[in-house]
């Protein structure tokens, strides 16, 4: 997923292309996060996984029970598009509310007007 929204970033103008090209650095640390948690050596296996996925294995994902890069197809690991996207929307939505509370913590406070006793 992180190569086709690193390639859609490539073609889409402006400063949405380097929040674009954000995202897809951070789809790309999932699983290392998941490596490690698992307690094997992530950047093998990440480098592994990269070689695979240029390789144009589609399928290709990470056997966290004998720590390879497997067929996630031969598997049986498949994930529902609805899930995925729903995921992705809330993830989306999270990041700009937390976007927002920055900017308005970072505003600077509107000058008051003295309070006459009125």
Known sequence: MANAVRQLATKT???ESVAMEAFARALCQ?????????GYDSAELVAQLRAAHM???SFAGLDMIN???GDMAS?????SYLVKRQVL??????AEMLLRVDDIIS???RPR?????H
């Open 107 to 109: 505003s600077a406070p």
């Open 75 to 79: 598997m049986g690991i498949t994930e």
């Open 55 to 57: 390789d144009q294995t």
């Open 30 to 38: 999932l699983p290392a996060i998941i490596a490690d948690n698992a």
């Open 67 to 69: 720590g390879t890069v």
């Open 89 to 94: 929307v809330s993830a989306a939505e999270a």
């Open 113 to 117: 007007r003295p309070d006459h006793g």
């Open 13 to 15: 103008p402006g400063k």
